[in-house]
């Protein structure tokens, strides 16, 4: 049974969006730092954006600062990555993944994978050009 399930993916058009959700129903969400990361074909998987536990800190990748947008709902257990403006190098497998060892904002939005503990399957994205 995973932890961690992304949906929400699928196919879009070069400048179109896209709203991934990952839903954690056996965790208690608010006491988890959240991130999303991606892995494009043949690449090495890479940090997207991250959200601390009540949303007051966020980070983003340079690649997709301005475009996309991260939010939390605690009370639903639910995280969302907006994706706006999709280019075709946004093509990948997201990975929604938490974390319960951050004692700051800036260590609770980090950019490192073997920081985070749980990991969902990813959900498949595709930007045609």
């Known amino acids: 049974q995973a932890q961690l399930v992304e949906s929400g993916g699928g196919s879009v058009e070069v400048g179109g969006s896209l709203r991934l959700s990952c839903v954690a129903p056996?965790?208690?969400?608010?006491?988890?730092?959240m991130a999303w990361f991606r892995q494009p074909p043949g690449k090495a998987r890479e940090f997207v954006s991250a959200i601390s536990w009540h949303g007051s800190r966020q980070t983003f990748a340079d690649s997709v600062k301005g475009r996309f947008t991260i939010a939390r709902d605690n009370s639903k257990n639910v995280v969302f990555l907006q994706m706006n403006s999709l280019k075709a190098e946004d093509t990948a497998v997201y990975y929604c993944a938490a974390r319960d060892s951050g004692t700051s904002s800036m260590e609770c939005t980090g950019p490192v994978p073997d920081h985070y503990e749980i990991w969902g399957r990813g959900a498949q994205v595709t930007v045609s050009s």
């Open positions: 056996g965790l208690r969400l608010s006491r988890y730092c």
